[in-house]
């Protein structure tokens, strides 16, 4: 059994790519107040959000659980609307040795979008599961950031 791989899942939604990415980068720090499953959300190191290297704290239901973890953005490619991500520490380090997430967003022809989130990870042993439960907490969540930019 690998202890590496790779998951992903693409959710289409009706915001338009521009105005879906653009939240990543100027309002993430809002996601705890827009997304069920965000508990809490504090900048823990750095004094922006949306840079690459800040590192945020994080409370998340994952699997019916809280978890918490840290998160910083690694990387912010505007031009192709992608976001890459690495999560640490705290639960998520009890069982990923690596754990990135990738969020790219694709326009379509109908003025919506379509979102495809990737997770890669390396679990630390061949007993932890692969992260089916972060792929469905990330597909749940890019829903309700579609909600709430349909409703503003």
Same mark, same amino acid.
């Not at 009706?14 to 107040?33: E, R």
């Not at 790219?104 to 003025?111: L, N, Y």
């Not at 390396?122 to 309700?144: M, Q, R, T």
């Given at each position: 059994?690998a202890?590496?791989? =790779?998951?992903?899942v693409e959710v289409?939604?009706q915001?338009p790519?521009? !105005?879906?990415?653009?939240?990543?980068i100027?309002?993430?720090?809002?996601?705890?107040?827009?997304?069920?499953?965000i508990?809490q959300? =504090?900048?823990?190191?750095g004094?922006?959000?949306?840079v690459?290297h800040s590192? !945020?704290?994080w409370?998340?239901?994952v699997?019916g659980?809280?978890i918490?973890? !840290?998160?910083?953005i690694?990387?912010i490619?505007?031009?192709?609307?992608?976001?890459?991500?690495?999560?640490f /520490?705290g639960?998520i380090s009890?069982?990923y040795?690596?754990?990135?997430v990738f969020i790219?967003?694709?326009? !379509?022809s /109908?003025g919506?979008a379509?979102?495809?989130i990737?997770i890669?990870y390396e =679990?630390?042993n061949?007993?932890?599961?692969?992260?089916?439960?972060?792929?469905?907490?990330?597909?749940k969540s890019?829903?309700?950031?579609?909600?709430h930019?349909l =409703?503003?």
């Amino acid at each position: 059994m690998a202890l590496s791989g =790779k998951l992903s899942v693409e959710v289409t939604v009706q915001t338009p790519a521009a !105005k879906y990415f653009n939240i990543f980068i100027t309002q993430f720090h809002k996601f705890q107040n827009i997304c069920e499953r965000i508990l809490q959300a =504090k900048l823990h190191e750095g004094d922006n959000w949306h840079v690459p290297h800040s590192v !945020k704290n994080w409370t998340l239901i994952v699997d019916g659980k809280p978890i918490k973890l !840290k998160e910083k953005i690694e990387a912010i490619d505007k031009e192709n609307k992608l976001m890459t991500y690495n999560f640490f /520490d705290g639960d998520i380090s009890k069982n990923y040795k690596v754990f990135k997430v990738f969020i790219q967003v694709f326009e !379509k022809s /109908d003025g919506g979008a379509s979102v495809k989130i990737t997770i890669e990870y390396e =679990k630390i042993n061949e007993n932890v599961e692969a992260p089916y439960g972060f792929l469905e907490f990330f597909e749940k969540s890019a829903k309700d950031i579609d909600s709430h930019l349909l =409703k503003a």
